[in-house]
Nanobody
Framework: QVRLVESGGGLVQAGGSLRLSCAAS????????MSWYRQAPGKQRELVAR???????NYADSVKGRFTISRTRAKDAVYLQMNSLKPEDTAVYYC?????????WGQGTQVTVSS
């Protein structure tokens, strides 16, 4: 089991930036993918970005060129740098890991972008 704790959310004006952090503990040695998801009110949870053990990354089309995912080599933290934020980026952001097919989730952190 991997325990995940997010931080860094908050209120920001459109065009601003935020950096989300997610601290991972527990069985992190088996993590092969670390991801960020988000869920806006009334909408389904969606994948924002993910990074694999190889370092390969992919992003939702809506955030490409604005968001950057990164992680520590030890896989004990994953980050999401969010630039040029838009009101439609408002959501609860969740950290997720996959370790040998077992998904773990954080409690989420609220990001609110005002226009």
């Amino acid at each position: 089991q991997v325990r995940l704790v997010e931080s860094g959310g908050g209120l920001v004006q459109a065009g601003g930036s935020l950096r989300l952090s997610c601290a991972a503990s527990g069985n992190i040695g088996n993590i092969n993918r670390m991801s960020w998801y988000r869920q806006a009110p009334g909408k389904q949870r969606e994948l924002v970005a993910r990074i694999f053990t190889s370092g390969f990354t992919n992003y939702a089309d809506s955030v490409k060129g604005r968001f950057t995912i990164s992680r520590t080599r030890a896989k004990d933290a994953v980050y999401l740098q969010m630039n040029s934020l838009k009101p439609e980026d408002t959501a609860v952001y969740y950290c997720n890991t996959d370790a040998l097919g077992v998904d773990s989730w954080g409690q989420g952190t609220q990001v609110t972008v005002s226009s």
